[in-house]
């Protein structure tokens, strides 16, 4: 199947600082990406759908200023969560649909920890 | 709106024994179903999915899910659990079978497999 790396795989930060999370389809071409966000013991629940060349869409709840997604070309979309707190710790997900395979592939995860 | 109810947040099975998991859904359109796994600290790989080509669908690990819309369900089962197979599980709906649409998930299980 195709791949999909995201990175970095975890992350520790402090109150009040950025961190990028990266999305790659390391095989194909993905014009749209979606990033989940996971609680411990939860299920994933969508955020954002990022779109090559143009804005993302959030979905309702979302503050697109805090999580900013830039998808600047047709194999990376990033995910940067500005000005962290604790309460952003998470799991987050990103997942490329691939019209090859007919299926969504997902990244590796990144475990989020705001100190 | 489309949404799936996983009966059962943790499922414990004896290793060689039969392992359901129940996922119920609900769609205003024909709904495409999938079942993924994941582990500790992971990504999600996909198990198999439901496309309506054929109401029983085979997957990968001996895995298998039945669709029955007059129970509007989606089992998945397997005939004898091994010990690899503890993981979470979760059931997700489309709109689109193709992977290119953003999926609900449900609540997912917490499969223990008993030695």
């Known amino acids: 199947g195709a791949v999909v790396s995201q990175h970095p795989s975890w992350v520790i930060c402090k109150s009040g600082t950025s961190v990028k999370i990266e999305c790659r389809s390391l095989?194909?071409?993905?014009?749209?990406m979606f990033w989940y966000r996971q609680f411990p013991k939860q299920s994933l629940m969508l955020m954002a759908t990022?779109?090559?060349?143009?804005?993302?869409?959030?979905e309702q709840g979302v503050e697109k200023d805090k999580f900013l997604i830039n998808h600047a070309s047709l194999t990376l979309s990033t995910l940067t969560v500005t000005s962290a707190h604790p309460e952003d710790s998470s799991f987050y997900i990103c997942?490329?649909?691939?019209?090859?395979?007919?299926?969504?592939?997902f990244g590796q995860g990144t475990r989020l920890t705001v100190v | 709106a489309q949404s799936v109810t996983q009966l059962g947040s943790h499922v414990s099975v004896s290793e060689g024994a039969l392992v359901l998991l129940r996922c119920n859904y609900s769609?205003?359109?024909?709904?495409?179903l999938f079942w993924y796994v994941q582990y500790p600290n992971q990504g999600l790989q996909l198990l198999l999915k439901?496309?309506?080509?054929?109401?029983l669908v085979k997957g990968i690990n001996g895995f298998e899910a039945e669709f029955k819309k007059s129970e509007t369900s989606f089992h998945l089962t397997k005939p004898s659990a091994h010990m690899s197979d503890a993981a979470e599980y979760f059931c997700?709906?489309?709109?689109?079978?193709?992977?290119?649409?953003?999926?609900?998930f449900g609540t997912g299980t917490r499969l223990t497999i008993i030695p």
């Open positions: 997942s490329a649909p691939n019209r090859v395979y007919a299926e969504a592939f």
């Open positions: 095989d194909f071409q993905a014009t749209t």
């Open positions: 990022s779109n090559e060349g143009s804005k993302a869409t959030y």
């Open positions: 769609s205003s359109v024909p709904p495409y």
């Open positions: 439901y496309t309506s080509a054929a109401t």
């Open positions: 997700a709906v489309s709109e689109s079978g193709f992977g290119n649409e953003k999926l609900t």
